[in-house]
């Protein structure tokens, strides 16, 4: 779950408007909140009512996807406005997976992109991290190294207990030197799920917007919490107040937290120059029933290219400005938030590479039903699985887990089973590949007959999109392919202070493996 | 789909209004509106403004179930408040079967059940029913003998065209009279999808609104289109508007008229004594992407007894009365309709028989956040399959459709597979039964582990609620055993007039099969 926030230029005129532009969210190899957590999507328990009014004031996007499902390439994606594949945010180490920022690894988000905040700063905007950071967490990858002047959080996820001889636990840093670590200053009780980081990370939200706007100052406050990534925490004061178990607490709790910083852009009456937006990393984990999280009526869950895996929950909120209680079929990514952002803020995009978000103000502002026909493609590491154009969507190849695990009992689709499509192997159908209609069946159960004028004409449509993307897409270097555990979080920066060193082992590089 | 419009007496005061009561819907043996259709529940589509501006107004019910997972006896439940099994909407031909009234069926609605409009008689109201009856088609069965004082509309499903020498097609009424049949006086163009009969449907409920309204008559509506059950159709003003292909499109008429009524409602200016109840008669039947419903989290749909085919979209709207935009999370079901219908028309239920119903007047009115903690009961026959108590559902039987049909390709949980969950033989688990908490995985994919105290507590609390069900159920006579072709619809009352009447083959009863 990501709040995005971009606070308008106090100095605004109507195209030069700013706000609080806060995407992404808990991006990791655990449950994310899925499309289907949301009241407002259809989760049954209906618990989410901030968010629900959030839509109600704002505007649902009902065709969002992130651009890769899983946490860390999505959030790269986010930040440069550009594919996982073209920001390096990828592995070459096996076909087709997906890749993170493990404490081991030794890359991170690459000195060649420039970042949304960095970009923002041309306008005089201040920006903030709050949360999980996830682009690497060797000194030169971090937040205040890439464009944020203020972060409060972490660089991994929440992993954890370790035993410090062997792992360090996850640093918890205040700007460039690190606070604590969880587990140790920063409890998680991963057998009761009692944490107060959630509670923390508003805290930290909210002073950077009251400070901000005081100062007169336009901001970008990228809101990021991780209470809804396994290990699940809440405060003591949302643990148990769910019907859907931990996961339902985390997520109780999150809405609380939205609820607040909305209320209290409100009552400081910014809310008409601040722009927010709230989606999720990835789909939610479905293997099992402790992670708890739905993606609505969609196919399969995190990790995959199936709908489930990266079609995301997604409400724009501005008062005055985006229409309250609209919904768009605009299909739109996380990567145009990049470009909305800097549109919002006056600032034009990098014309030095190619950027695969769109400026989706039209939309927002309902100067413009739907923009281009824009395709979404769906990538595992650098293969390019699936792509989806207008309400066709060709599958490449599928994969769900690999056979080994699915008969230890995961399962990235359980109770899910559609035959040929949620394969256990990966499956190559290049030369003829799987096509539904998401209108008619948005849960990918009912592949278009090939014989059919309907498939013949999906498929040409579908291949010229593709042959394009393939021509020109020049691959970035892939960062996420070596792994040392001499990189881990041994010493951040700060430790000293606190007495909290450790020693790094002498470095071993290896090739990681991503078995997903 | 039905809408249930219950107008309350003109002579009101807080404890006797009325309004209008329109319950249950397409209900037959194809697909009807499923949990998921709905904007407001959940569908990406989101085509479905009138009925989510609905739920905007009222109160939306996120733990409403039917009776039964087949129309006929969902819909006898609703107007007599009984489960099928006490009413004899059921059949003993086989075990845990579904049965319904086609064509061929010798019973209909017992002379011993007493029916909604006949108790609302007591108070003064008068009642009609338009769209599709379905409690029998015989003359003795008619609603015109069971209390409704008028009637448009068919006795069965709209299947057809039939060549009349074997099977004549299906009569359109006029109270007590037929006007001509599906498929000649009512075409439905089985090829285009195009059919005019959604809009008679809404004439016909509109006009009998604005008489009874002009007379000061409080009154009963029970809208009962069918259009999204299978064959298909829209008028053309709708085919191929939506994204959804021609189920969308069939929904999105249903949508406008739902707009068209509630805002005649607003324009007579009776709407704040009209109380209006929307659901549907099963969940969607997820066999094909043709018939393309959605039950959004839920397994599998309509003929199953699992979430996907009993939980049904339900909004309760009374402008002034029921607060605007509030959600309940009571276990309700659509027997409750009977006693709160009675409650609101201030009429005494019945007191010389078992009623399965709650008066849901406090829910809907906000002066109790949750009734008793009344059990659902989850029926195939006189077999009960599942009950819900609280937030565990404990299955005791499992079944899909049998092995040979799924081997044929047909299958009523398409895409999903919860292993001995979604079986293909007929499974008992009386002795172990199935336990899922629905709070935290509505989904009905992970069983609780028979090991755990959780799994003992469950098991404890609802087996004391199946014993007390089963020690004090009296089933009624089971009127859906026997069929006979001499029964059709051959000389429907009024068939002279119109020169349409059929010669009737000799009577050669047998028993119905019924496969599911």
Not at 93 to 119: C, F, W
Request: proline share 7%; net charge neutral.
């Amino acid at each position: 779950t990501t709040l995005y926030i971009l606070r308008l230029c106090p100095a605004v005129n109507k195209s030069s408007v700013l706000g609080q532009c806060t995407p992404g969210n808990n991006l990791s190899s655990a449950p994310q909140m899925g499309w289907g957590d949301l009241g407002v999507f259809g989760h049954p328990a209906k618990e989410t009512p901030n968010l629900d009014a959030m839509a109600a004031q704002g505007m649902l996007l009902t065709n969002f996807y992130t651009a890769n499902p899983l946490c860390s390439p999505s959030r790269a994606a986010l930040l440069t406005g550009r594919l996982p594949v073209r920001n390096g945010f990828y592995t070459t180490n096996g076909h087709a997976r997906n890749a993170y920022t493990p404490q081991e690894i030794v890359g991170g988000i690459s000195k060649d992109e420039i970042l949304l905040p960095a970009m923002l700063k041309k306008n005089g905007y201040v920006s903030k991290i709050v949360g999980k950071w996830h682009l690497g967490h060797r000194p030169a990858y971090l937040p205040l190294e890439n464009g944020f002047d203020e972060w409060f959080g972490a660089p991994n996820c929440h992993f954890g207990p370790y035993n410090s001889s062997i792992t360090p636990n996850i640093p918890v840093y205040n700007n460039s030197e690190m606070l604590g670590r969880y587990y140790e200053e920063f409890p998680i009780n991963v057998k009761t799920g009692e944490s107060n980081l959630t509670q923390i990370f508003l805290k930290e939200g909210l002073e950077f917007i009251h400070r901000q706007t005081k100062a007169q100052q336009p901001f970008f406050l990228y809101w990021a919490p991780d209470a809804t990534h396994t290990p699940l925490y809440a405060s003591r004061s949302f643990l148990g107040k769910s019907q859907r178990g931990r996961y339902g607490d985390a997520v109780m709790e999150l809405d609380y937290s939205v609820g607040q910083i909305l209320s209290s852009l409100q009552s400081l009456g910014i809310e008409k120059n601040t722009f927010v937006f709230f989606t999720s990393d990835n789909g939610a984990a479905l293997t099992s029933r402790t992670n708890g999280g739905s993606n609505g009526p969609f196919l399969c869950g995190k990790e995959t290219t199936f709908e489930g895996g990266m079609r995301e929950p997604a409400i724009a909120w501005w008062p005055g400005n985006i229409k309250e209680g609209t919904v768009s079929q605009q299909l739109a990514n996380v990567m145009d938030l990049f470009s909305t952002c800097l549109s919002l803020a006056g600032i034009s995009a990098p014309d030095d590479r190619v950027l695969d978000g769109l400026d989706l103000t039209p939309v927002l502002l309902n100067l413009s039903h739907s923009l281009e026909n824009r395709p979404i493609f769906y990538y595992r590491g650098n293969e390019m699985m699936a792509v989806r154009v207008g309400q066709f969507k060709a599958h490449y190849w599928t994969w769900t887990n690999s056979m080994e695990e699915f008969k230890q009992g995961v399962n990235f689709c359980a109770g899910q089973d559609v035959p040929g499509v949620t394969t256990h192997n990966q499956t190559e159908y290049t030369l003829q590949p799987i096509i539904f209609h998401l209108g008619r069946d948005p849960g990918e159960k009912f592949p278009l007959s090939v014989l059919t004028k309907e498939y013949l004409d999906a498929l040409r449509s579908v291949s010229a999109v593709v042959e394009y993307h393939e021509k020109t897409l020049v691959p970035g270097v892939p960062q996420l392919n070596m792994c040392d555990q001499a990189v881990m979080n041994w010493a951040p920066a700060g430790c000293e202070k606190l007495g909290k060193c450790l020693d790094a082992p002498k470095s071993k590089p290896w090739k990681c493996s991503w078995p997903h």
